[in-house]
């Protein structure tokens, strides 16, 4: 069995209110690293025997139709080992 | 003058929808998502709510939904269509209108009464008001920030189809404080505060948002 994931995440021009009100709370507890956070979608995926290239291909227009919204996101498909 | 008023799982306001379009004087048509019989409806409105529990995306999965397949293919041959809130949000993610509904730029969930200026009166649902009119009607969103890229934003604001826009604050972040658009065609809009929840002065804010449904019958008298 093979996990597909799919990760999906606001384009960078689009305002993320989700991950500035991470990025605040963060110092707030002391942690400090941040300049910036942006907060995504993980969509994991599992089919069975190792994925074939078709099937990636079905993962892509997955992602383009339904898991992302293209006018405001952007996604990468990889297959995890 | 028959207007069809959705039902998806986790819609709440089509009951003051078909109120209102009652109100307005045509008929209200029950519409079921799972169904794609369009029961010979003139017109139709997505009313708001939380369709499909705004799982994914609001509106991503309701777009799916038999009845909207339908839809879709009838508002592209004209057919007046109306989105309200959630209903918005399923006609952006279909396509049949431009950009994105996302959230509120303070997070916060807005439950309020706002002026909204109408700036186009030619489509079937806004033709009943005077264009730069100023009416008072419910806005209650969480994911109601309009969103397009520079082109779209321009190319809706030099085609006339941004149908109504906020009055005053900016209340969620929403582009040239873009309360409403229209299509190319103009018979499809978008609109994310309530007119529905604004009919009479007992239950409502104003009479304002009446003029939205009694528009659709001008429309189609005319």
């Not at chain 1, 941040?34 to 089919?47: D, L, N, Y």
Request: with cysteine; hydrophobic share 40%.
């Amino acid at each position: 069995m093979a996990k597909i994931v799919v990760d999906v995440m606001l384009k960078p021009e689009i305002l993320d209110p989700q991950g500035n009100a991470v990025a605040s709370a963060l110092p707030r507890l002391g942690f400090t690293f941040a300049t910036s956070v942006r907060q995504g979608k993980r969509f994991e995926i599992e089919v069975a025997g190792e994925p074939t290239p078709a099937q990636l291909a079905e993962v892509e227009k997955a992602a383009e139709v339904l898991l992302s919204n293209p006018v405001i996101e952007n996604y990468v498909v990889r297959v995890e080992k | 003058m028959r207007v069809g008023v959705v039902t998806f799982p986790g819609t709440l306001d089509d009951r003051d929808a078909a109120r209102a379009v009652r109100a307005g004087g045509s008929e209200a048509i029950e519409l079921w998502h799972g169904d794609a019989d369009l029961k010979n409806v003139d017109a139709v409105i997505l009313p708001g709510g939380f369709s499909y529990g705004d799982y994914l995306r609001c509106g991503a999965i309701s777009r799916f939904a038999p009845v909207m397949t339908s839809i879709i293919e009838q508002a592209n041959k004209g057919m007046p269509l109306l989105g309200i809130c959630n209903g918005f949000q399923v006609l952006c993610e279909s396509h049949l209108l431009p950009g994105a509904l996302t959230r509120n730029s303070d997070l916060h969930f807005l439950c309020k009464d706002q002026v909204i200026l109408i700036e186009n009166t030619n489509t079937p649902w806004t033709s009943s008001f005077s264009k730069g009119q100023e009416i008072l009607i419910p806005l209650k969103n969480g994911e109601g920030s309009f969103q397009c890229d520079d082109a779209t934003l321009a190319l809706l604001e030099g085609e006339g189809r941004i149908i109504a826009r906020y009055v005053g604050e900016n209340p969620n972040g929403s582009r040239n404080l873009i309360a409403g658009i229209t299509n190319t065609r103009g018979n499809v809009v978008g609109l994310m505060p309530h007119p529905e929840h604004a009919i009479d002065t007992l239950t409502g804010p104003s009479a304002d948002g009446l003029g939205f449904f009694t528009s659709i019958l001008n429309a189609m008298v005319k």
